[in-house]
């Protein structure tokens, strides 16, 4: 039985692709639904032995947490009738999102393969990868176009 789905979403069109699979699929089974979005943490790189340190990602700031709940309200919006939870966390993406699973009694995980980073030579992105691999829960990926 599936009676709770959680939804990976990063703002890329593939998580918006999936989230959609999803809430399909939570309509025909009656279940309930989590959108999660995981802001990252900006992650700080060594650029040489003198020139110091550049740090990528975004700067966590209130602008980035409106940005998540901006993407949850677009996804929300396509389905009114249905009750769609929301969260947005702070960490490693794919640790939060196989932690959530687990913690809420989630029976199924739906992410994107593809999300923000396009590099055409990968067939999974490197946290629907991780999820797939490291989850208890069973996992679905949904590929689009
Ligand atoms: N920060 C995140 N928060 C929640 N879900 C995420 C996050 N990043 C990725 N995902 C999920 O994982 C899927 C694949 O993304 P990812 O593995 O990051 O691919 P890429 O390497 O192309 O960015 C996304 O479509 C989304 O469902
Ligand atoms: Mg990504």
Redesign the pocket.
Known sequence: MVRHILV???G?A??VA?AGKALSLAEQLKAQVTL???L?PPQVIPIGPLSGYVTTGLPQSQENVERAEAVISQVKMTRPNLEIHSRVEFGV?AEI?CQQAENSGVDLIV????????AQR?L??????RVVHTSTVPVMVVRSS
């Open positions: 990976g979403l990063d890329s593939s998580s999936a999660l979005f995981v990252q993406p999102i992410v994107g393969a593809r999300g923000l980073n396009t990968f999974l992105g490197s946290v629907s990868d």
